[in-house]
Each structure stands twice: as structure tokens, then as C-alpha cells.
């Protein structure tokens, strides 16, 4: 029965299509092409969504260490997220970053167990820095010795950096300098448990003199990556990255993955692209509802 409704549904829609494009003008045609795109992303966002509803549980169980026993489960654009009422400090950073993600970052690295190390690459001024050292300090297998790793190649770009500064007293930056004196200022609260390197993931043009991207610190467990949305940029973290990730164990978060819903389409917008190129090894465990970002366990 459902698969008859389907098969009417879309002979309605290509009939109605076929209509609409002997009627209407060029640009409306864009316009209902954009809305049309609109609602498969929103219809995609449902299947998603029932998915992790139907297979909620993970497998093997992760467990937030002092949480009374809460454990990771699939959430996928929820209305009311784990993580939504958590009360967190204020960033003093000025940031990209929603609210739900600050809160996301103090939540997610509750799951953290100390197996491995935690990376992120892409911090821009540190206040996603800011929030992940700040939820990894609640955390005690985050011990002493740790350091979150921060990777950037630190590059002030006028272009699209100076606007997010306008409101601040914060001077914008030369272009083509150097930020690093920047981030380390805005956590310095935390500069004990951080270790900051610059590291270029492609070539820009202002960035000859800042080494490849590499990574020798053993295991990793626990992953931000806000890098850009190019694929080198992606695969070139990946390849450095994926042989010391743990199996069932290792979290990625990818900042900007949803962004492939933007309409109209963005070329440029590739990290979705990205990890389903990955296949199997990028199991989707979380959606933010208020931002761009999604969630992976790797699998081997």
C-alpha cells in the first residue's frame, strides 16, 4: 500500500512539474526549484531523525564519567537535547559558535575516558577552545598531563575575519599575519592545558612558510575539526589522523556539516560529501538542532 501511494505521489509531482515548467518564468522556476530543495532536506531530516530514535542505544556503551551512569544515545535535531539545559560559564571569546554548541562542547567531552588524545583543528580565536577545555576540566580522566592539541595554520584573512570582531574591542589584525598571539590571549585562563601548533591542512598563498598538517601524539579519542569545508582540507586531517583512531571508540565532531543544506547549493560546501565518502567508518550519532554541527563514531 505505501509503496503505491509513493509511486502516485511522484507521478502527481513529475506531472505537476511538467506543467509548471511549460507556465511559469526562468526565475520562478528557480524559486520553486530552491523550495523544492528545502523541503527534501527537511524530509531527509525526519528519516534521519526517526533512525536515531529506532536505534537510540550505542554500541559499545559510552558512560559520562560522574554522571550517574547517563550514556551517549543518537539524537538528530531534537527539540530538547541532552545537552540543551546545561548551565555553563560564560565565553568572554568573542565566537561563530551558537549557544547549543558551547553547550554541546561541555557535554560531549564528559564521554571523554582518557584512552586517548583530544584534537582540534580549526579553533580560529579559541572560544570553541574555550568551551572544550572547559567541559574536559570537569572531567577526570582528563588529568593533569593532558593537553587538548589545537591546530591552525593561524592565518589572519580580512576578508571574512574582520566582521567578526566589529562590536568587540578587539583591533582586527593585519591581514596575512599571524593570529597565534591572539588565541593565546583569549585562553589564556586555560594555557596550562593546551598545546597550540601551527599547521597548514592546503597551500593559500599566505601560508608557505607554516609546516603540513601531522600527527605522532598516539591514539586519538576525541576530535574537533572546523577547518573548512574544502575535501583536501578534510581528507588531508584524515589521512594524518584516522590510523591512531580507536574503533568504536574515537568521537569526531564535525563543525559545518549541515551546512549542505543551504539553499541554493554551495559548491564549496563539502564535509557531508566528505564523510559519506568514508562509508561505514562514520556512524552519525548527533545532529545539533541550532547550528551547524554533526557527530560520528569512527568504526573500523
Not at 44 to 67: F, L, Q
Not at 175 to 189: A, E, G, V, Y
Not at 215 to 225: M, N, Q, R, S, T
Amino acid at each position: 500500500m505505501l509503496k503505491r501511494i509513493i509511486r502516485k505521489a511522484q507521478e502527481t509531482l513529475r506531472l505537476l512539474y511538467n506543467g509548471l515548467a511549460m507556465l511559469l518564468p526562468s526565475c520562478a522556476l528557480t524559486s520553486l526549484a530552491d523550495e523544492a530543495l528545502r523541503f527534501r532536506h527537511r524530509l531527509n531530516d525526519v528519516v534521519r531523525r526517526r533512525h536515531a530514535r529506532a536505534h537510540r542505544e550505542i554500541s559499545p556503551p559510552m558512560i559520562a564519567c560522574g554522571k550517574d551512569g547517563v550514556r551517549l544515545q543518537r539524537e538528530v535535531r531534537e527539540g530538547t537535547s541532552s545537552w540543551s539545559g546545561l548551565d555553563i560559564p560564560p565565553c568572554p571569546v568573542p565566537s561563530m559558535l551558537t549557544m547549543d554548541e558551547m553547550r554541546y562542547y561541555h557535554y560531549i567531552t564528559g564521554f571523554y575516558s582518557g584512552q586517548g588524545e583530544v584534537v582540534e583543528i580549526g579553533p580560529w580565536i579559541g572560544s570553541s577552545t574555550y568551551n572544550i577545555v572547559g567541559g574536559l576540566l570537569n572531567n577526570p580522566f582528563f588529568t593533569a598531563e593532558k593537553r587538548l592539541h589545537v591546530y591552525d595554520d593561524f592565518v589572519w584573512r580580512s576578508s571574512w575575519m574582520d566582521k567578526w570582531l566589529v562590536g568587540t574591542d578587539i583591533p582586527v589584525l593585519e591581514n596575512h599575519t599571524s593570529f597565534m598571539p591572539l588565541f593565546r590571549r583569549m585562553t589564556d585562563k586555560f594555557s596550562a592545558h593546551i598545546q597550540a601548533t601551527a599547521m597548514k591542512l592546503m597551500d593559500a598563498g599566505d601560508n608557505s612558510d607554516v609546516p603540513w598538517f601531522k600527527w605522532d601524539k598516539g591514539p586519538v579519542e576525541l576530535c574537533f575539526i572546523d577547518c573548512g569545508r574544502a575535501l583536501k582540507m578534510n581528507e588531508t586531517w584524515y589521512e594524518a589522523l584516522q590510523p591512531y583512531f580507536i574503533p568504536d571508540k574515537t568521537i569526531i565532531v564535525m563543525q559545518d556539516w549541515q551546512n549542505f543544506k543551504n539553499v541554493p547549493e554551495q559548491f564549496w560546501e563539502n564535509t557531508k560529501i566528505f564523510t559519506d565518502s568514508k562509508g561505514s567508518h562514520f556512524d552519525l550519532i548527533h545532529e545539533l538542532r541550532n547550528s551547524g554541527t554533526a557527530t560520528f563514531i569512527y568504526r573500523a
